[in-house]
């Protein structure tokens, strides 16, 4: 079965600093991923999903992800922390087992960024 | 085009009350899914429904909990004799797709939190 390890449950960066989100994810079949962020008090919106392309994924607001198999790894970066980008950003693995599309999330990491 | 519409944004419900959510997925999606937010965790997924039919369940507790997505109306989560194990914040998603469901972006709704006192 699928499974996602989000590496820190929070990360705090300076604005303008390089945002570095880890995830790790298991899976015995080449893998769907996608990375989702959420802010208080409301749902999660996607930032960027991997189908099988391009192993560099660009994503809205500035976000990448690349995709490496051989660490079985989908690491979300930014160049440049902005204030806005405070939220918590849950990495996820499509669940082939299950049926047809039910994402397995990760337990999310909490980012904040300091003036 | 509205995004996924969920309702009551807070719900508090008493031990061995009823709680019913209900989640009204985008214009032209017939699917639907439900997921169960723990404090510190991420999310669960619960249950797949697709117009009429419960796709997949094997997220649901066996007892307490069930989900329907009729041919009219929302999508309902029941939970029954809620307990205080029960309170979470509990997010519904839709996608627009069948059998390619896993190629598509599921957007989600801005949750139901139920607090049960």
């Known amino acids: 079965a699928q499974s996602v390890t989000q590496l820190g449950s929070h990360v705090s960066v300076s604005e303008g600093a390089l945002v570095l989100l880890r995830c790790n994810y298991s899976?015995?079949?080449?893998?769907?991923l996608f990375w989702y962020v959420q802010y208080p008090n409301q749902g999660l919106q996607l930032l960027l999903k991997?189908?099988?392309?391009?192993?560099l994924v660009k994503g809205i607001n500035g976000f990448e992800a690349e995709f490496k198999k051989s660490e079985t790894s989908f690491h979300l970066t930014k160049p440049s922390a902005h204030m806005s980008d405070a939220a918590e950003y849950f990495c996820?693995?499509?669940?082939?087992?299950?049926?047809?599309?039910?994402?397995?999330f990760g337990k999310g990491t909490k980012l904040s960024v300091k003036p | 085009n509205a995004g996924v519409m969920q309702n009551p944004r807070h719900l508090v419900r008493r031990r061995g009350q009823e709680a019913r959510l209900r989640c009204s997925p985008m214009?032209?999606?017939?699917?639907v899914y439900w997921y169960r937010q723990l404090p510190e965790e991420g999310l669960k997924f619960m249950v797949y429904?697709?117009?009429?039919?419960?796709?997949?369940e094997s997220g649901m507790p066996k007892e307490r909990f069930s989900a329907e997505f009729p041919k009219e109306g929302p999508s309902i989560l029941r939970i029954q004799q809620v307990v205080r194990g029960d309170s979470a914040a509990y997010f519904c998603?839709?996608?627009?797709?069948?059998?390619?469901?896993?190629?598509?972006?599921?957007?989600f709704g801005p949750g139901t939190r139920l607090t049960v006192l």
């Open positions: 429904l697709q117009k009429e039919n419960i796709i997949d």
């Open positions: 996820a693995v499509t669940d082939y087992g299950g049926s047809q599309g039910n994402l397995i």
């Open positions: 899976s015995s079949v080449p893998p769907y």
């Open positions: 214009k032209g999606h017939s699917h």
């Open positions: 991997y189908t099988s392309a391009a192993t």
């Open positions: 998603a839709s996608s627009p797709s069948g059998r390619a469901v896993f190629f598509n972006e599921q957007f």
